[in-house]
């Protein structure tokens, strides 16, 4: 029954992943660790304002790109699951509406961890994230195409 849904695989390591980053591994006191310093090295004359702005802004990009990622894989496995039949737009609807979903638990769930805090902004760009990745696609595919449905 496991390897039928094998599609879904890459959809559930991502949301463990995001998950993880809901963690303490994912506050701002542990991610400045890592994105401060590169901010400094990438602009070295920078205010500490200008640093702290920074790291606000790859956090919120991260929140962004995170969503993103999920879209796309919960629109391979979705499209997958239910075959063409269902139409490119009733997939993008169930997946932005899934992703949307998971971003609201993510929050929900940030209000049991310490360091962090849940916000309805970033549901906001979670959700977002999730429909510029699939606006993305669909561009993409309306004049690039996928050439294995193209006759040939």
């Given at each position: 029954m496991l390897l039928k849904h094998k599609?879904?695989?890459?959809?559930?390591?991502?949301?463990?992943?995001?998950?993880?980053?809901?963690?303490?591994?994912?506050?701002?006191?542990?991610?400045?660790?890592?994105?401060?310093?590169?901010?400094?090295?990438?602009?070295?004359?920078?205010t500490e304002d200008v640093i702290a702005r920074g790291h606000f802004l790859v956090r919120k990009l991260g929140h962004l790109s995170e969503y993103a990622v999920l879209a796309l894989l919960v629109r391979r496995a979705l499209a997958i699951t239910v075959g063409?039949?269902?139409?490119?737009?009733?997939?993008?609807?169930?997946?932005?509406t899934f992703c949307a979903v998971y971003a609201s638990t993510d929050e929900f769930h940030q209000t049991f961890v310490p360091g962090r805090t849940p916000s309805p902004v970033d549901v906001a760009i979670d959700t977002t994230g999730a429909a510029l990745a699939l606006a993305g696609f669909s561009v993409a595919t309306a004049f690039g195409g996928d050439r294995r449905r193209r006759p040939a």
């Open positions: 599609h879904w695989w890459p959809v559930v390591a991502w949301m463990v992943f995001i998950f993880c980053m809901s963690t303490g591994f994912g506050t701002a006191e542990h991610t400045s660790r890592y994105i401060d310093p590169f901010l400094r090295w990438l602009m070295p004359h920078a063409p039949a269902a139409g490119a737009w009733r997939v993008a609807l169930i997946t932005l």
